[in-house]
C-alpha cells in the first residue's frame, strides 16, 4: 500500500466516522424534539429550557454528517487522481 492510498484511506474513514457520529446526534436530537413538543400538543406542563436546547442537537448532527460526507469525497477524489 503505497502513502497516499494510506492517507486517503485514513481521510475516508475518518469521513466514515463523521457520518456515523452525526446520524447519532442527529437522531438524539430529534427524539429531544419530539419529547419537548409532546407536552405542548398534549396541553402538559412544558419541559424546563434546558430541554429545548437539546434539540439544537439535530442541527449539530447534519452538520456532523454532512462533513463526514465532503471528507469522503474529497478522499476518494484523491484516491480517483492518485490511481489515474
Excluded: N
Excluded at 449539530?60 to 474529497?74: C, I, K, M, N, Q
Amino acid at each position: 500500500m503505497s502513502s497516499a492510498s494510506s492517507v486517503s484511506s485514513q481521510s475516508a474513514d475518518r469521513g466514515d466516522a463523521y457520518v456515523k457520529a452525526g446520524t447519532i446526534v442527529f437522531g438524539l436530537g430529534a427524539l429531544a424534539t419530539l419529547v419537548t413538543f409532546v407536552p405542548l400538543f398534549l396541553h402538559l406542563t412544558p419541559l424546563p429550557s434546558a430541554a429545548y436546547w437539546l434539540s439544537m442537537l439535530m442541527p449539530l448532527g447534519f452538520l456532523l454528517a454532512l462533513t463526514g460526507l465532503l471528507l469522503s469525497a474529497r478522499a476518494q477524489r484523491r484516491r480517483v487522481r492518485a490511481g489515474a
